[in-house]
Protein backbone atom coordinates (compact mmCIF):
# COMPACT_ATOMS: atom_id res chain seq x y z
CA UNK A 1 0.00 0.00 0.00
CA UNK A 2 1.56 3.83 -1.16
CA UNK A 3 2.38 5.30 2.29
CA UNK A 4 0.92 8.71 2.68
CA UNK A 5 0.51 10.89 -0.30
CA UNK A 6 -0.33 14.10 -1.29
CA UNK A 7 -3.34 16.16 -1.29
CA UNK A 8 -5.18 14.61 -5.07
CA UNK A 9 -7.79 17.91 -6.83
CA UNK A 10 -10.58 15.85 -7.58
CA UNK A 11 -11.64 19.25 -8.78
CA UNK A 12 -8.78 19.37 -11.39
CA UNK A 13 -8.36 16.88 -14.41
CA UNK A 14 -4.85 17.72 -16.13
CA UNK A 15 -5.12 14.68 -18.81
CA UNK A 16 -8.60 13.66 -19.77
CA UNK A 17 -8.77 10.86 -22.67
CA UNK A 18 -11.29 10.12 -24.46
CA UNK A 19 -12.53 6.99 -26.61
CA UNK A 20 -8.89 6.70 -27.38
CA UNK A 21 -8.41 4.05 -30.28
CA UNK A 22 -5.31 3.39 -32.24
CA UNK A 23 -4.58 0.45 -34.74
CA UNK A 24 -1.40 -1.23 -36.78
CA UNK A 25 -2.56 -2.88 -39.88
CA UNK A 26 -5.09 -5.62 -38.63
CA UNK A 27 -4.21 -5.23 -34.86
CA UNK A 28 -6.45 -3.15 -32.86
CA UNK A 29 -4.29 -2.15 -30.22
CA UNK A 30 -6.43 0.65 -27.75
CA UNK A 31 -10.09 -0.28 -28.50
CA UNK A 32 -11.88 2.64 -26.78
CA UNK A 33 -9.40 3.87 -23.78
CA UNK A 34 -10.94 6.29 -21.50
CA UNK A 35 -9.27 8.18 -18.25
CA UNK A 36 -8.77 10.98 -16.37
CA UNK A 37 -5.96 12.07 -14.04
CA UNK A 38 -6.19 14.31 -11.35
CA UNK A 39 -4.23 17.10 -10.19
CA UNK A 40 -1.40 15.83 -7.65
CA UNK A 41 -2.22 11.80 -8.84
CA UNK A 42 -0.72 8.91 -9.69
CA UNK A 43 -2.04 6.73 -12.05
CA UNK A 44 -0.37 3.32 -12.91
CA UNK A 45 -0.88 1.51 -16.17
CA UNK A 46 -0.36 -1.97 -15.53
CA UNK A 47 -0.30 -4.29 -18.52
CA UNK A 48 1.51 -7.49 -19.84
CA UNK A 49 4.37 -7.07 -22.44
CA UNK A 50 2.53 -5.91 -25.54
CA UNK A 51 -0.50 -4.98 -24.45
CA UNK A 52 -0.35 -1.52 -25.76
CA UNK A 53 1.28 0.93 -22.52
CA UNK A 54 4.04 2.52 -24.78
CA UNK A 55 1.30 2.92 -28.12
CA UNK A 56 -0.53 4.99 -25.33
CA UNK A 57 2.29 6.61 -23.58
CA UNK A 58 3.21 8.11 -26.95
CA UNK A 59 -0.14 9.05 -27.88
CA UNK A 60 -0.24 11.31 -24.60
CA UNK A 61 3.16 12.62 -25.74
CA UNK A 62 2.13 13.82 -28.58
CA UNK A 63 4.55 11.14 -30.78
CA UNK A 64 1.92 8.77 -32.22
CA UNK A 65 -1.14 10.08 -33.65
CA UNK A 66 -4.23 8.04 -32.59
CA UNK A 67 -6.83 6.88 -35.22
CA UNK A 68 -10.03 8.18 -33.09
CA UNK A 69 -10.31 9.56 -29.89
CA UNK A 70 -9.64 12.80 -28.11
CA UNK A 71 -6.24 13.93 -25.77
CA UNK A 72 -7.06 17.12 -23.42
CA UNK A 73 -3.65 17.90 -21.55
CA UNK A 74 -4.14 20.85 -19.19
CA UNK A 75 -7.34 21.79 -20.68
CA UNK A 76 -5.85 21.65 -23.89
CA UNK A 77 -7.39 19.22 -26.78
CA UNK A 78 -4.01 18.56 -28.30
CA UNK A 79 -5.27 17.51 -31.95
CA UNK A 80 -6.15 21.30 -32.54
CA UNK A 81 -3.09 22.56 -31.41
CA UNK A 82 -0.36 24.16 -34.14
CA UNK A 83 2.91 23.65 -33.48
CA UNK A 84 4.10 26.15 -31.57
CA UNK A 85 1.75 25.62 -29.31
CA UNK A 86 2.32 21.68 -29.07
CA UNK A 87 5.73 22.92 -28.21
CA UNK A 88 4.96 24.98 -25.24
CA UNK A 89 2.19 22.69 -23.29
CA UNK A 90 5.48 19.87 -23.94
CA UNK A 91 7.16 22.33 -21.73
CA UNK A 92 4.80 21.39 -18.77
CA UNK A 93 5.30 18.10 -19.28
CA UNK A 94 7.95 15.45 -17.94
CA UNK A 95 8.96 12.46 -19.98
CA UNK A 96 11.30 9.62 -18.26
CA UNK A 97 12.48 7.11 -20.58
CA UNK A 98 12.99 3.66 -19.85
CA UNK A 99 16.36 4.16 -21.08
CA UNK A 100 17.21 7.36 -19.30
CA UNK A 101 18.15 8.71 -22.43
CA UNK A 102 21.47 10.73 -21.18
CA UNK A 103 23.90 12.37 -23.72
CA UNK A 104 26.69 9.76 -23.69
CA UNK A 105 29.37 12.51 -23.88
CA UNK A 106 28.03 14.87 -21.87
CA UNK A 107 29.16 14.74 -18.12
CA UNK A 108 26.10 14.96 -15.23
CA UNK A 109 26.04 18.96 -15.29
CA UNK A 110 26.35 19.32 -19.09
CA UNK A 111 23.19 16.91 -19.16
CA UNK A 112 21.36 19.09 -16.70
CA UNK A 113 22.75 22.41 -18.15
CA UNK A 114 21.47 21.66 -22.45
CA UNK A 115 17.72 21.47 -21.76
CA UNK A 116 17.71 24.51 -19.22
CA UNK A 117 19.76 27.23 -21.03
CA UNK A 118 17.55 26.08 -24.26
CA UNK A 119 14.40 26.09 -21.91
CA UNK A 120 15.30 29.37 -19.34
CA UNK A 121 17.22 31.93 -21.69
CA UNK A 122 16.44 34.67 -18.66
CA UNK A 123 18.42 32.69 -16.18
CA UNK A 124 22.27 33.80 -14.93
CA UNK A 125 25.17 31.62 -15.01
CA UNK A 126 24.28 31.31 -11.11
CA UNK A 127 21.04 30.78 -11.12
CA UNK A 128 21.94 28.23 -13.77
CA UNK A 129 24.85 26.11 -11.78
CA UNK A 130 21.95 26.28 -8.72
CA UNK A 131 19.21 25.02 -10.37
CA UNK A 132 21.27 22.33 -11.26
CA UNK A 133 22.76 21.47 -7.54
CA UNK A 134 19.41 22.21 -6.45
CA UNK A 135 17.79 19.16 -8.39
CA UNK A 136 20.66 16.62 -8.43
CA UNK A 137 20.28 17.48 -4.66
CA UNK A 138 16.70 16.27 -4.36
CA UNK A 139 17.51 13.01 -6.46
CA UNK A 140 20.34 12.28 -3.86
CA UNK A 141 23.18 12.52 -6.61
CA UNK A 142 24.89 15.48 -6.27
CA UNK A 143 28.19 14.25 -5.85
CA UNK A 144 28.07 12.77 -9.16
CA UNK A 145 27.88 16.75 -10.74
CA UNK A 146 31.12 16.29 -13.05
CA UNK A 147 30.93 12.35 -14.41
CA UNK A 148 30.18 10.58 -17.62
CA UNK A 149 27.09 8.82 -18.04
CA UNK A 150 29.23 5.63 -18.54
CA UNK A 151 30.58 6.07 -15.30
CA UNK A 152 27.15 6.11 -13.26
CA UNK A 153 25.02 2.87 -12.55
CA UNK A 154 21.47 1.98 -13.79
CA UNK A 155 19.78 3.12 -10.95
CA UNK A 156 21.84 6.27 -11.00
CA UNK A 157 21.32 7.13 -14.68
CA UNK A 158 17.63 6.61 -14.22
CA UNK A 159 17.75 9.74 -11.27
CA UNK A 160 19.87 11.39 -13.58
CA UNK A 161 17.13 11.42 -16.49
CA UNK A 162 14.53 12.18 -13.73
CA UNK A 163 16.52 15.41 -12.97
CA UNK A 164 16.89 16.37 -16.52
CA UNK A 165 13.36 16.18 -16.45
CA UNK A 166 12.61 17.85 -12.83
CA UNK A 167 15.02 20.89 -14.11
CA UNK A 168 11.85 22.55 -16.40
CA UNK A 169 9.61 21.75 -13.64
CA UNK A 170 7.13 19.98 -15.51
CA UNK A 171 3.13 20.07 -14.06
CA UNK A 172 2.63 16.20 -15.60
CA UNK A 173 5.36 13.48 -15.80
CA UNK A 174 5.15 10.16 -18.12
CA UNK A 175 7.08 7.89 -16.29
CA UNK A 176 7.84 4.64 -18.79
CA UNK A 177 8.88 1.50 -17.04
CA UNK A 178 11.01 3.47 -14.90
CA UNK A 179 12.18 0.29 -12.42
CA UNK A 180 12.83 -1.49 -16.04
CA UNK A 181 16.03 -3.51 -15.75
CA UNK A 182 17.16 -2.49 -11.95
CA UNK A 183 17.64 -4.61 -9.40
CA UNK A 184 15.27 -4.81 -6.49
CA UNK A 185 16.80 -2.29 -3.85
CA UNK A 186 17.17 -0.03 -6.52
CA UNK A 187 13.72 -0.34 -7.70
CA UNK A 188 12.81 0.66 -4.09
CA UNK A 189 14.80 3.73 -4.14
CA UNK A 190 13.22 4.72 -7.18
CA UNK A 191 9.66 3.99 -6.55
CA UNK A 192 10.61 6.44 -3.41
CA UNK A 193 12.07 8.74 -5.46
CA UNK A 194 8.87 9.20 -7.74
CA UNK A 195 6.72 9.48 -4.59
CA UNK A 196 9.03 12.27 -3.30
CA UNK A 197 8.56 14.17 -6.67
CA UNK A 198 5.22 13.83 -6.70
CA UNK A 199 5.15 15.82 -3.20
CA UNK A 200 8.13 18.12 -3.64
CA UNK A 201 7.42 19.41 -7.32
CA UNK A 202 3.44 18.83 -7.04
CA UNK A 203 3.23 16.75 -9.92
CA UNK A 204 1.02 14.95 -11.40
CA UNK A 205 1.87 11.10 -13.08
CA UNK A 206 1.09 8.28 -15.31
CA UNK A 207 3.63 5.13 -14.72
CA UNK A 208 3.74 2.47 -16.68
CA UNK A 209 4.74 -0.30 -16.03
CA UNK A 210 4.92 -4.42 -15.82
CA UNK A 211 6.73 -4.46 -12.26
CA UNK A 212 3.76 -4.89 -9.64
CA UNK A 213 6.18 -3.71 -6.59
CA UNK A 214 6.21 0.18 -8.44
CA UNK A 215 2.41 -0.40 -9.30
CA UNK A 216 1.73 -1.01 -5.13
CA UNK A 217 4.26 1.69 -3.74
CA UNK A 218 3.99 4.42 -6.37
CA UNK A 219 0.05 4.21 -7.48
CA UNK A 220 -3.03 6.12 -5.61
CA UNK A 221 -5.00 4.79 -8.48
CA UNK A 222 -3.89 1.39 -10.38
CA UNK A 223 -5.82 0.42 -13.98
CA UNK A 224 -5.22 -2.68 -15.68
CA UNK A 225 -4.73 -2.85 -19.74
CA UNK A 226 -5.17 -5.94 -21.46
CA UNK A 227 -7.23 -6.35 -24.76
CA UNK A 228 -6.98 -2.96 -25.89
CA UNK A 229 -9.15 -1.35 -23.22
CA UNK A 230 -8.48 -0.81 -18.91
CA UNK A 231 -10.99 -3.46 -17.68
CA UNK A 232 -10.39 -2.89 -13.99
CA UNK A 233 -8.93 0.46 -11.82
CA UNK A 234 -9.04 1.09 -8.27
CA UNK A 235 -6.30 1.18 -5.16
CA UNK A 236 -3.52 -1.82 -5.34
CA UNK A 237 -5.44 -3.88 -2.90
CA UNK A 238 -9.42 -3.03 -5.20
CA UNK A 239 -7.70 -4.72 -8.19
CA UNK A 240 -6.08 -7.58 -7.20
CA UNK A 241 -8.50 -8.40 -4.85
CA UNK A 242 -10.50 -10.21 -7.39
CA UNK A 243 -10.74 -13.67 -8.74
CA UNK A 244 -10.46 -12.50 -12.58
CA UNK A 245 -8.89 -14.54 -14.17
CA UNK A 246 -6.91 -11.99 -16.47
CA UNK A 247 -5.69 -10.01 -12.98
CA UNK A 248 -5.07 -13.35 -11.54
CA UNK A 249 -2.71 -14.60 -14.36
CA UNK A 250 -1.18 -11.60 -14.30
CA UNK A 251 -0.31 -11.44 -10.68
CA UNK A 252 1.36 -15.30 -11.36
CA UNK A 253 2.91 -13.91 -14.51
CA UNK A 254 4.59 -11.30 -12.12
CA UNK A 255 5.91 -13.55 -8.74
CA UNK A 256 6.99 -16.38 -11.30
CA UNK A 257 8.97 -13.40 -13.08
CA UNK A 258 10.59 -12.40 -10.23
N1 LIG B 1 4.95 1.69 -34.78
C1 LIG B 1 4.39 0.47 -34.69
N2 LIG B 1 4.06 -0.22 -35.80
C2 LIG B 1 3.46 -1.42 -35.74
N3 LIG B 1 3.14 -2.04 -34.58
C3 LIG B 1 3.43 -1.41 -33.44
C4 LIG B 1 4.08 -0.13 -33.43
N4 LIG B 1 4.24 0.26 -32.14
C5 LIG B 1 3.73 -0.75 -31.38
N5 LIG B 1 3.25 -1.74 -32.16
C6 LIG B 1 2.61 -2.97 -31.66
O1 LIG B 1 1.61 -2.61 -30.71
C7 LIG B 1 1.56 -3.58 -29.67
C8 LIG B 1 1.72 -2.87 -28.33
O2 LIG B 1 3.06 -2.40 -28.22
P1 LIG B 1 3.59 -1.58 -26.96
O3 LIG B 1 5.00 -1.26 -27.25
O4 LIG B 1 2.67 -0.46 -26.67
O5 LIG B 1 3.49 -2.68 -25.79
P2 LIG B 1 3.88 -2.52 -24.25
O6 LIG B 1 2.66 -2.84 -23.46
O7 LIG B 1 4.50 -1.20 -24.03
O8 LIG B 1 4.96 -3.68 -24.09
P3 LIG B 1 6.32 -3.77 -23.21
O9 LIG B 1 5.87 -3.87 -21.78
O10 LIG B 1 6.97 -5.01 -23.69
O11 LIG B 1 7.12 -2.52 -23.48
C9 LIG B 1 2.67 -4.60 -29.95
O12 LIG B 1 2.09 -5.73 -30.55
C10 LIG B 1 3.59 -3.87 -30.90
O13 LIG B 1 4.22 -4.76 -31.78
Avoid at 11 to 25: C, Y
Avoid at 77 to 83: Q, S, T
Avoid at 120 to 125: A, F, G, Q, V
Avoid at 130 to 137: A, C, G, P, R, W
Amino acid sequence: MKSAGPKIDRNTIVISIKDLQKSFGEMNVLRGIDLDLYKGENVVILGRSGSGKSVLIKIIAGLLKPDSGMVKLLGSEINNLDKKELLALRLKIGFSFQSSALYDGMSVWENLQFPLVRNRRDLTKKQVNETIEQVLNDVGLLQTIDQMPAELSGGQKKRIGIARMLILHPEIILYDEPTGGLDPVTCVEINNLINKVQLQYNTSSIIITHDLSCAKSTGDRIVMLSDGIFFRQGSFEEVFNTDDERVKSFYNYYILNQ
